[in-house]
C-alpha cells in the first residue's frame, strides 16, 4: 500500500507486428523510454489504450512480464483488471500479481454501462478482487454519460474499504467533479487522486495529486510539466503548456469517438520514433486517410520532436 503515483503514470499502447502480434521489441522501446522521464510514476497497462480487452489471457499476462522487465523492475507496473464477474476478475487480479504487477485498475463489470449496476454491486466487486489477490486496486470512475458511473456515496465506500488506495476520475461532468472530488478529500485524505481526462486535462490540474492518461504515451514530458504546474497552483504556466498541447489534443483526442484515439496515439509513437507503425486489432480500425500526416503536423505545431533517448535506438 504504500505504492506513489502522485505525479505521471502512463498507459502505455500494444504495440503489434504488422501481422498482429504482440510486438515485444517495441514494448521494450516504449517502456524503457516512459520508465526513463522524472516523474513517471508507474505504467498502466491493458486498458482502453493498451487494447487489454484485445488480447489472449496469456498475451495479457506476457504484456504484463514485458512492461515489467522494460523498466528492470524500477517502475511499478499497474494492471487492468477487466473480467466481466467478481470470481473472474480476481482471479485475473491474482495472476497479474504472479506476472508482477504492483496494483490493479478495476473496470466496472461491462454490463453495468448498458443496465446499470445494483446498491452494493461495485463495492462487492473490490472487496472480493482484493481479498482474492491482495493487489493494491485503484477506483476507475467512468463518464456521467455512462451508467456504470459511481455515485458519491457508492464511490466514498470503495475508497473506505482496505487495499484501495487511489482513484481514477474520468466523470467528465465538471458539476460533479466539484463537488465530488472536495467530498473524497474530505472523507480520505491520503486516497491518490489522478485524473484521466486526457481531452480535458487544464481545469482538473488544480485539484489532483497526478495523471493516469493514455496522453502520457506520446507527451510524457510535457504532462510532468503540467502535474507540477497544476500543484504550484500557476494557472499561467498550465494554461501556457495547455495551449501548446492543443493542436495534438485536437488531433487525438478531439475525434468522433474516444476509441479513436489509441489509434491516435500510436500514429504519434511514431511520430516520436518509438514506434514504426500504428497497427490495431479489430474491432478498431485505421483512422481516415491523411490522419497521420495531420498528426504529424500537430506534433510539429506543438514543437515535440523524435525521442533522441537510446531508447528509441
Known sequence: MALDLRGLSPAPVTPFTEDGAVDFAAIQRLGSWLGSIEGVKSLVVLGHAGEGTFLTEEEQLDVIRAFVASTDGRVPVVAGITKEGNKTAALEAKKAVEAGASAGLVYPSHGWLRFGYQKGAPQSRYKEIYEESGLPLILFQYPDNTKATY??????????????????????????????IPA???????????????????????????LLVGYGNIAPELLVELIEAGKAQ????????HERLLPVTRNVYHRGSHMEGTVALKWGLVN??????????????????????????????????????????
Not at 279 to 305: K, M, S
Open 272 to 313: 516520436r520514433g518509438i514506434l514504426d507503425h500504428a497497427t490495431v486489432r479489430t474491432p478498431l480500425l485505421p483512422l481516415p486517410q491523411g490522419a497521420d500526416t495531420e498528426i504529424a503536423a500537430a506534433f510539429a505545431e506543438a514543437n515535440i520532436g523524435k525521442v533522441t533517448t537510446a531508447a528509441a535506438i
Open 151 to 180: 455515485d458519491l456515496d457508492t464511490q466514498l465506500e470503495i475508497a473506505g474499504q482496505e487495499g484501495v488506495f487511489a482513484t481514477k476520475n474520468g466523470v467528465r461532468n465538471m458539476r460533479r467533479w466539484y463537488t465530488e
Open 184 to 210: 473524497l478529500r474530505a472523507a480520505y485524505p491520503e486516497l491518490q487522486i489522478l485524473s484521466c481526462h486526457d481531452e480535458y486535462l487544464l481545469p482538473t490540474m488544480f485539484d489532483v495529486d497526478g
Open 234 to 241: 500557476d494557472y499561467p504556466r498550465a494554461h501556457a503548456i
